[in-house]
């Protein structure tokens, strides 16, 4: 791992962050307290009202020149896309620009009854703090207002330029990013990159993400009746939907869970140390349930394909009758190594389903959503630097690791903006439990990261990028 010279006033910095954590805290925890999900069916102005929000914390760190939230509407259907914030400070005498990104808008919060205390209601227990979005990401978006915050208490006019980037709809699919990078290009472009939205090695232990998993999500009919029938007079003569759905999504995987199917890529990178004790404290695998795959177990979760049934729509047990059901269908959620083509992945995926379709049933595919993988270059000057600060954060070497999930607008970024120097920090740790109930922050955690960026920042401002 690169060495550099220290940040340049890093007890200034330290102290600073110190002294404004109070702050950010409550200031996260009145963004947690407002349910800004962007999914369908739920209330589009929870998410304006979040955007409102951060543009007033935006404006309040007095660093920026224009501040402004923006919505614009959605390429594939012409409808108004959900509240992103942009705030821009230009840079000056030669300092380069950083792009910080995070998105305001969440998750669904699911059954209220899963959570330990109210979903939306901001609770401390112990060092953590639990809450949708306390760490996926309003964490993030207050990681870069504190971040700044502490700059200016040791430069109040700053010459490194900043991009202030929050996304409203990133949860659902970013569905108008590309209206937001078209129409705002030039205001957007920076010299680096900084995607708040990742995680930690552990609670000790700084990362710095180095590759992401793509996604290929869609919607898949079977059917093999054109109307219910009587399971007791043509059962075990006539295929139902039901049987043909289990047989194939069951072609999908070997004995040994991993993924059957032929031509899906592997990425090939070594993985930390990492064993079955630490994947069984870190997801809840119950006694007596064997871990699934091939390989080492950080490979099958950073650099394989994987392949999920993440929901079915068929009668539910309490509204079961004797019927053998004509149609089944299922939610395929499926993740592609660095390395592969989204849509390339999505075809041969495709294929095989037909291939293996049992008893002649007719399929049919909708609602397919792609992100692309993607693969960190870390030869670059912003990659050094960001490590140093972590180090000097964190007081522990960091840790250049995968993830399993997907940020599949990284792949846009990149494509807008090929010269800019991409890093993937953020705020989670191994039982954060982002999009599941009890989501949570580890707060010493967030001081760290916040540091970690307010050194980051200071490097940049002092002109001593890669030294």
Same mark, same amino acid.
């Given at each position: 791992m690169?060495t550099?010279a220290?940040s340049?006033?890093?007890p200034?910095?330290r102290e600073?962050?110190?002294?404004?954590?109070?702050?950010a805290i409550?200031?996260?925890c009145?963004?947690v307290r407002v349910?800004s999900v962007?999914?369908?069916?739920f209330?589009p102005a929870?998410v304006?009202r979040?955007a409102e929000a951060v543009?007033?914390l935006a404006?309040?760190?007095?660093?920026?020149d224009?501040?402004e939230?923006v919505?614009?509407p959605?390429?594939?259907t012409g409808?108004?896309?959900l509240p992103a914030?942009?705030a821009?400070?230009?840079?000056?005498?030669?300092?380069?620009?950083?792009?910080?990104?995070?998105h305001?808008?969440?998750?669904p919060?699911g059954?209220?009854?899963d959570?330990?205390?109210?979903?939306y209601e901001?609770?401390?227990r112990?060092?953590r703090?639990y809450?949708?979005?306390a760490?996926?990401?309003?964490a993030?978006?207050m990681?870069?207002i504190?971040?700044?915050?502490?700059?200016?208490?040791i430069t109040a &006019?700053?010459e490194?330029g900043i991009?202030?980037?929050?996304?409203?709809?990133?949860?659902f699919?970013s569905?108008?990013?590309?209206?937001?990078?078209?129409?705002h290009?030039d205001?957007l472009?920076? &010299?680096a990159?900084?995607?708040?939205?990742?995680g930690?090695w552990?609670?000790?232990?700084p990362?710095?993400t180095?590759?992401?998993?793509g996604a290929?999500a869609?919607?898949?009919?079977?059917?093999?009746?054109?109307?219910?029938?009587?399971?007791g007079?043509f059962?075990g003569?006539?295929?139902?939907a039901m049987?043909?759905?289990?047989r194939?999504?069951a072609?999908?995987w070997?004995?040994?869970g991993?993924v059957?199917?032929?031509?899906?890529?592997?990425?090939?990178?070594a993985t930390?140390a990492?064993?079955e004790a630490?994947?069984?404290?870190?997801?809840g695998l119950?006694?007596?349930?064997e871990?699934i795959?091939r390989g080492?177990l950080?490979?099958?979760t950073?650099?394989q394909?994987?392949i999920t049934?993440?929901g079915?729509?068929?009668p539910?047990?309490r509204?079961a009758?004797?019927?053998?059901?004509?149609?089944?269908r299922?939610?395929?959620?499926?993740?592609v190594?660095p390395?592969q083509d989204?849509?390339?992945? /999505?075809?041969?995926?495709e294929?095989h389903?037909?291939e293996?379709?049992p /008893?002649g049933a007719?399929?049919e595919f909708?609602d397919?959503d792609?992100?692309?993988?993607?693969?960190?270059?870390t030869?670059g000057?912003?990659?050094?630097?960001?490590l140093?600060?972590?180090e000097?954060?964190?007081?522990?070497?960091?840790?250049?690791?995968?993830?399993?999930?997907?940020?599949?607008f990284?792949?846009?970024?990149v494509?807008?903006?090929?010269?800019a120097?991409i890093?993937?920090?953020g705020?989670?740790d191994p039982d954060?439990?982002a999009?599941?109930p009890?989501?949570?922050?580890h707060?010493?955690?967030?001081?760290h990261?916040?540091?970690?960026e307010?050194l980051l920042l200071?490097?940049?401002?002092?002109g001593?990028?890669?030294t």
């Open positions: 690169p550099s220290p340049p006033n890093t200034e910095l600073a962050v110190q002294a404004g954590l109070p702050v409550a200031e996260l009145d963004l349910p962007s999914w369908d069916g209330d929870h304006e979040s543009a007033e404006r309040g760190t007095g660093v920026f224009t501040v939230v919505r614009l959605i390429p594939a409808q108004p896309g914030v942009i821009r400070r230009a840079a000056r005498n030669g300092r380069p620009t950083v792009l910080l990104y995070a305001h808008d969440v998750q919060p059954e209220d009854a959570w330990d205390s109210a979903p901001p609770t401390v112990g060092d703090l809450g949708r979005g760490a996926d990401d309003k993030g978006v990681t870069h504190a971040a700044i915050r502490a700059l200016t208490t &006019d700053p490194v991009v202030l980037f929050a996304e409203g709809e990133e949860e699919g569905r108008s990013l590309s209206s937001i990078l078209e129409a290009h205001d472009a920076a &010299d990159i900084i995607v708040a939205d990742s930690n552990d609670l000790e232990t990362a710095l180095v590759g992401l998993r290929v869609f919607n898949l009919r079977i059917t093999t009746l054109d109307h219910a029938s009587h399971s007079q059962g003569a006539v295929p139902d049987l043909a759905a289990i194939l999504c072609s999908l070997n004995e040994d991993s059957a199917v032929a031509g899906l890529a592997t990425h090939d990178a930390p990492y064993d630490q994947l069984r404290a870190e997801t119950l006694d007596g349930v871990p795959g080492e950080l490979a099958r950073w650099y394909p994987a049934i993440t079915i729509d068929a539910s047990v509204n009758s004797n019927t053998l059901v004509p149609s089944v299922v939610r395929v959620s499926a993740r190594a390395g989204a849509r390339a992945y /999505y075809e041969i995926l294929a389903l037909r293996h379709a /008893y007719h399929l909708e397919l792609l992100g692309q993988p993607f693969l960190v270059d030869s000057w912003a990659a050094a630097d960001a140093a600060a972590m000097e954060a964190f007081g522990a070497e960091p840790v250049l690791m995968g993830s399993g999930g997907s940020i599949p990284i792949a846009d970024l494509a807008r903006y090929p010269q120097q890093l993937i920090t705020v989670e954060s439990r999009h599941s009890n989501e949570s922050l707060l010493p955690t967030f001081q990261a916040i540091l970690t307010a200071a490097r940049l401002d002092a001593t990028m890669g």
